[in-house]
């Protein structure tokens, strides 16, 4: 178990938007104590955090304009508030601090912090959700061409197959019946009017895709089937497992051979992150976006807060315009216009409003699981604080030995370790772990019971997986 200590490095220009206040709300770092705010740590631990770092633990690293979450008794995130950090100060490396020069622009210092739960912002960051690109375009069309290869040869069936969603609600009654599968116009029709989740194409008179980019859906949507496998009506947050990110990017006519035999080699419901930075591959499992309001710092490694994430993956893989940049990662990256940060707070609200979704009915015994959930406590708890949260909250990481899990993806991270997941919809979306080494969560179970050496019986280890069916 690692301490995440404080060794932040320059990343003020990603903030958590919902955080900076006016200036003069900000305390001055005299003023500051030393408080965790689930897993954020302010100035007075330098200390404690020197001694980490000397050890070689492992950081988290973000700027500490993270939002104070007050929670309510039922445990609803109520009101976000409260900064500690603003770029005024920025620490560069582990225990050394430095001040920026005076002036410098604290990032999004003058917006208000958003009321998380207003329904507007909500519902603005749900049409950002699913239909902004930044203008990514730029990657999607004027880098990769995939706007003339959907064009030539993507039919609805072939789009089907590498796991593409089509929104039924965005269609004519009917028109499924009249239309010819098999044919790329279809597609071309299809994405006109904007029912293929997570694409954005321009199409002009002549049905030509002139513009095509990619959005948040792509990848953290799917749709419930109800007009046939792949069409129906959005589920926004689920993970869309079968989409394959990197058979569609291999399609590019511009890349290289090598190139695109790394893409294709990922497969469905998977994609690394970080592979156009450091050009190693690991593929992650696309996680859920949904059920994170009580978690603190997001992805598998906990680099940073849902902001940090989202605009790193806007502006570094969606290929967005807008600015980024993390000194941990040498990313400095800076747009005019920025089409990514003013959005940030809304799509942060929007994803904090999606909840897990509850198993199916009668597909949980209530009575094992029941006995589950003491296996559980006994033996998982200490990490997976109360089935749903995690350890990270309270500013731990793992080091992949302690789960038994292979640790190269974390080794390319900032944090060189990983976060406890917070389990939510477990029954949603296999496989598990950061790379889908668990198919089932049988396998979880028996993972944990050798890698941990728990002893579990045959029974206790059923018990313990039906209670993981009812998170
Ligand atoms: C090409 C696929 C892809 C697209 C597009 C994409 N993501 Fe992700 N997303 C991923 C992958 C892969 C991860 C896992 C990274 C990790 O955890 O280290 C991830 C992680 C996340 C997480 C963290 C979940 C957790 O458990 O901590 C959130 C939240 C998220 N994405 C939201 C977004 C938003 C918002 C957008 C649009 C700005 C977006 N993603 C666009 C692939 C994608
Ligand atoms: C030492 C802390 C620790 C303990 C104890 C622990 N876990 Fe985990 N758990 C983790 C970490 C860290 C991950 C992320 C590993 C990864 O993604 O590779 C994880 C991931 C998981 C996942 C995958 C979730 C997903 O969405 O992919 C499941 C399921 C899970 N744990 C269940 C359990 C169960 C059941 C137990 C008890 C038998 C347990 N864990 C004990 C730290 C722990």
Not at 133 to 162: I, M
Not at 304 to 333: C, E, H, K
Request: contains cysteine.
């Amino acid at each position: 178990m690692m301490r995440a200590s404080r060794c932040e490095r320059n990343i003020s220009a990603i903030t958590d938007p919902g955080g900076p206040p006016a200036l003069s709300a900000v305390p001055s770092v005299s003023d500051r104590t030393d408080t965790a705010l689930d897993g954020c740590y302010t100035r007075g631990s330098a200390a404690r955090d020197a001694a980490a770092c000397k050890e070689g633990k492992s950081v988290i690293s973000y700027p500490c304009t993270l939002a104070r979450r007050h929670r309510s008794s039922t445990g609803r995130v109520a009101t976000l508030a409260v900064v500690m950090f603003t770029a005024a100060t920025v620490v560069t490396g582990c225990g050394s601090t430095s001040r920026e020069p005076a002036g410098a622009e604290p990032p999004a210092a003058a917006a208000p912090a958003p009321n998380e739960t207003s329904p507007t912002l909500i519902a603005e960051g749900r049409t950002i959700f699913r239909t902004d690109t930044f203008g990514d375009e730029q990657l999607w069309t004027d880098t990769l061409r995939l706007n003339e290869v959907v064009e030539k040869s993507v039919d609805p069936a072939t789009a089907l197959k590498v796991g593409l969603k089509v929104d039924a609600d965005a269609l004519p009654q009917g028109i499924l019946d009249r239309v010819d599968l098999k044919s790329p116009g279809t597609t071309v029709a299809l994405l006109k009017m904007n029912a293929v989740v997570g694409l954005q194409a321009t199409v002009d008179a002549n049905n030509h895709i002139t513009r095509l980019g990619v959005t948040c859906a792509l990848c953290h949507s799917t749709v419930d089937n109800s007009i046939m496998p792949g069409i129906g009506h959005r589920e926004d947050g689920w993970p869309n497992r079968d989409l394959n990110v990197g058979a569609i990017i291999a399609l590019s006519p511009v890349l290289s051979s090598d190139k695109k035999a790394i893409y294709a080699s990922w497969g469905p419901g998977k994609y690394d992150p970080r592979y156009n930075q450091d050009g190693k591959s690991t593929p992650l499992v696309l996680p859920p976006a949904y059920g994170l309001a009580q978690v603190t710092n997001e992805t598998y490694t906990a680099e940073g807060p849902i902001s940090y994430w989202n605009a790193y993956v806007a502006v570094t893989q969606m290929g967005g315009q807008g600015s980024f940049s993390d000194a941990r990662l040498g990313i400095d990256i800076t747009h005019s216009p920025d089409l990514v940060t003013s959005k940030l707070a809304a799509l942060r609200a929007y994803q904090h409003s999606l909840a897990a979704p509850a198993p199916p009915s009668g597909s949980v015994d209530a009575a094992v699981a029941a006995r589950g959930r003491a296996v559980f406590d006994r033996t998982c708890a200490s990490c997976h604080v109360g089935g749903g949260g995690t350890d990270n909250n309270r500013g731990l990481l793992h080091t992949a030995a302690e789960t038994g899990v292979d640790g190269a993806y974390a080794a390319r991270t900032p944090t060189k370790a990983y976060r406890t997941t917070p389990l939510r919809g477990l029954w949603q979306h296999a496989p598990y772990f950061h790379d889908g080494s668990a198919a089932t969560l049988g396998d979880v179970v028996s993972h944990y019971n050798r890698a941990r050496a728990l002893g579990l019986t045959a029974e206790q280890q059923r018990e313990l997986v039906e209670y993981l069916k009812s998170l």
